[in-house]
Structures are given as structure tokens and as C-alpha cells.
């Protein structure tokens, strides 16, 4: 797991590094978009939310918080993704992505994990018009795996 990891930081770096396409990114540098929707994990049923800051024309972060239905966790984190649009020529109305998370999980229950939470992720969303879009993402951690299903609201 920590190759994969190591290799995806340098895959993300090599790629910020390389020389800018005319292709945009879905939100682009200064563009904002919030996302949100239910999880998939075996636990339960977890919510998300969250907001994405375009930092660079292929690069977004933002902060991200989420809670399963049972209410036995809590999880807030910070996310850096990479969107792929650029770099392999996709359309507009479709977004690739891939990131990182680093936050903290609450244990809300009786015998619950807690405690610093580093977590990839890869996903991909379409948009059917200028602001609305479904994403699915699949991602996993030392605390949370599993996937999410939702809708990205651009601003």
C-alpha cells in the first residue's frame, strides 16, 4: 500500500509539473464546486459533504465531513485531487480524478475506532449541464474504505 501511495504522489507531481493543455478542468483555478451524497460501507450508511477550491487549472482542495446513519462516527478530513480532464483530453461534461485525504475519525459508539485518518482516492464525475453533476468515488484508508455515490453542484 505505501508503494501505491508513493506512486501516486509522484504520479501527481510529474503531472502538475508538465506543461499546461488547452483543455479545462471541470472548475478550473478559483472555481468552486460542493459535493455531497451517501457512502458505501459495510457498516452502515454513511453521508458526505463537501467543497472543492480550484487551486490550479487541474488541481482542487477542500475540506470534507461525514457521519454514517447510526451516528457512530465522525469524520472530518481536508482532500487534494488531481483532475485528469488536462492531461488525457477528456471532455468538459466529464471529470477524472484522483487524491489524497488526511483528517481524523471520531468513534461516536461503544468499542469505535478513532484517531488520524490518510485515505486515497479515484473518481469520476458527468455533468448534465453547466452546475449539476453525479460523481461515484472509490477510495480507501486506515480507518474508512469503501465508496461514495452523489451529485456536484458547481459554482
Known sequence: MKFLRLLLIAFILTAWSA???KAQSPI????KQLNFG???????LPMYAGMDFGVH?????????????????????????YHFN?????????????????????GLGNDRFSGLDLALH??????WNSSWGVNLEFGGGNNISGGRVGLSKRF
Not at 478550473?28 to 472555481?31: E, F, R
Not at 487549472?57 to 485531487?81: M, N, W
Not at 488525457?88 to 484522483?98: M, V
Open 19 to 21: 506543461s499546461e493543455s
Open 28 to 31: 478550473g483555478k478559483g472555481g
Open 38 to 44: 451517501f457512502g458505501l460501507y459495510s457498516a452502515s
Open 57 to 81: 487549472e487541474d488541481i482542487t482542495v477542500g475540506p470534507q465531513a461525514g457521519v454514517d446513519l447510526r451516528l457512530d462516527y465522525l469524520a472530518l478530513s481536508g482532500r487534494a485531487s
Open 86 to 106: 488536462s492531461l488525457i483530453g477528456i471532455p468538459r461534461d466529464w471529470d477524472f480524478y484522483a487524491g489524497l485525504n488526511l483528517g481524523f475519525v471520531a
Open 122 to 127: 479515484i473518481g469520476g464525475r458527468y455533468y
